[in-house]
């Protein structure tokens, strides 16, 4: 039994994982296949291969919920929340297929994407990182399923062997940063910060920056846009926390956010691989900001 396996044991945090991670499969397989059919489809006849993966991975989740009678509130990007089984959700479900900008570049929206994340957050209360009880992101390439739940490590599976995930420390002008600026030259504040930085790079959208954070393969994130809601960093985020990373959610004034009840509320965010990164990045966006 390897470290992953003894960590998780057959406790109900494993098996509600487990069954996070087969209905991360299922859903991501159906919708895969109608944007395939989407695709393929006469031009009059052409459903949004967005609308369409939505639809079908929402589908196969519902049902996979149903065989096993686990009663949750559904949230798929775009759509309202749908209650799901009998009684009293014991979760909220967040279901999330994340695309990144040259996709549109290259004439395909929605299809090819990087990420599909699904997290298990209680079923009332603010939607804070530290109570997602489960997170699984299945990447488009690479690792098979990367993974995290409450009081565990990070994961990532490959080939059936898992792996921890860990962030790597570095200060601001050792950093390799990425900020999201959809086309747009960044304003003062982030312009100084990312030249105090060793390096920056375009990773694209947000689950994939922080997932790369929590991979090792970048420092930092930031994104003062104002325009994120839970189903762009929830899973990815705890993901993140759970490799030895922070997340910050900050509001107009670039003071930090209160965990939001509603996960349409929009919000930018700062994250690091460590609190000492935060807080210095922190502290130079607002020193330049006011």
Request: overall charge negative; charged content about 15%; aromatic content about 6%.
């Amino acid at each position: 039994m390897n470290e992953f396996r003894q960590q998780s044991g057959d406790s109900p945090k494993w098996r509600e994982l487990h069954l996070l991670r087969r209905l991360t499969d299922a859903a991501f397989a159906a919708g895969c296949r109608a944007v395939r059919e989407a695709n393929a489809a006469s031009s009059h006849a052409r459903q949004n291969p967005a609308h369409a993966f939505a639809e079908a991975s929402s589908a196969a989740a519902v049902k996979l919920l149903g065989e096993h009678s686990w009663a949750a509130l559904l949230h798929v990007a775009g759509s309202p929340p749908q209650h799901i089984g009998s009684g009293a959700p014991q979760a909220r479900l967040f279901l999330t297929p994340t695309s990144e900008p040259h996709d549109f570049v290259r004439g395909m929206p929605f299809a090819a994407f990087s990420h599909f994340c699904v997290a298990a957050a209680p079923p009332i209360g603010p939607l804070e990182i530290a109570t997602v009880r489960a997170a699984v992101i299945r990447p488009l390439a690479g690792a098979d399923m990367l993974m995290a739940f409450d009081g565990a490590r990070a994961w990532a599976e490959w080939q059936g062997q898992h792996h921890e995930m860990s962030t790597t420390m570095a200060a601001l002008p050792e950093a390799s940063i990425s900020a999201n600026l959809d086309g747009h030259a960044p304003g003062r504040a982030l312009a100084e910060v990312l030249g105090m930085a060793r390096e920056v790079r375009c990773i694209g959208g947000t689950a994939a920056a922080l997932l790369a954070i929590a991979s090792g393969q970048l420092h930092a994130h930031v994104d003062l846009r104002g325009t994120l809601g839970a189903h762009d960093w929830l899973a990815a985020a705890a993901l993140l926390r759970a490799a030895g990373g922070e997340v910050m959610l900050l509001d107009k004034a670039l003071e930090q956010a209160p965990p939001p009840n509603n996960p349409d509320q929009r919000h930018a965010l700062v994250a690091a691989a460590s609190r000492d990164l935060l807080e210095e990045i922190m502290a130079m966006l607002r020193q330049t900001w006011l």
